[in-house]
Nanobody
Framework: QVQLVESGGGLVQARGSLRLSCAASGRTFSNYAMGWFRQAPGKEREFVAAISWSRVSTYYADSVKDRFSISRDNTKNTVYLQMNSLKSDDTAVYYC???????????????????WGQGTQVTVSS
């Protein structure tokens, strides 16, 4: 089992920044690739970004590329999502998730992830 706890969400003005954190406990964190997803009201949960266990590979949704940055610190069992130039469309509950999947092209698929956090709300005001 892997337990994931997100933090860092909140209310921010458009064009502002936030950094989300996801703390993991349980099984060896470095065995897993980590992803961030988000879900806006009335919409399906969508992929945002993911990072390999080694930090060598990262993958982003087109909608956040060049604005968001994913990173991880395996010594702290934590993955981060730095969000810059936020827009009202970024308003959602953000979830982190863990997967054993090694192929980056499959990280966009929710069903590839074995463990999920409870989510943290991000609200961007225009």
């Amino acid at each position: 089992q892997v337990q994931l706890v997100e933090s860092g969400g909140g209310l921010v003005q458009a064009r502002g920044s936030l950094r989300l954190s996801c703390a993991a406990s349980g099984r060896t964190f470095s065995n897993y690739a980590m992803g961030w997803f988000r879900q806006a009201p009335g919409k399906e949960r969508e992929f945002v970004a993911a990072i390999s266990w080694s930090r060598v590979s990262t993958y982003y949704a087109d909608s956040v590329k060049d604005r968001f940055s994913i990173s991880r610190d395996n010594t702290k069992n934590t993955v981060y999502l730095q969000m810059n130039s936020l827009k009202s469309d970024d308003t959602a509950v953000y979830y982190c998730a863990a997967t054993m999947q090694r192929l980056p092209r499959l990280w966009v698929l929710r069903e590839q992830y074995e463990y999920w956090g409870q989510g943290t709300q991000v609200t961007v005001s225009s």
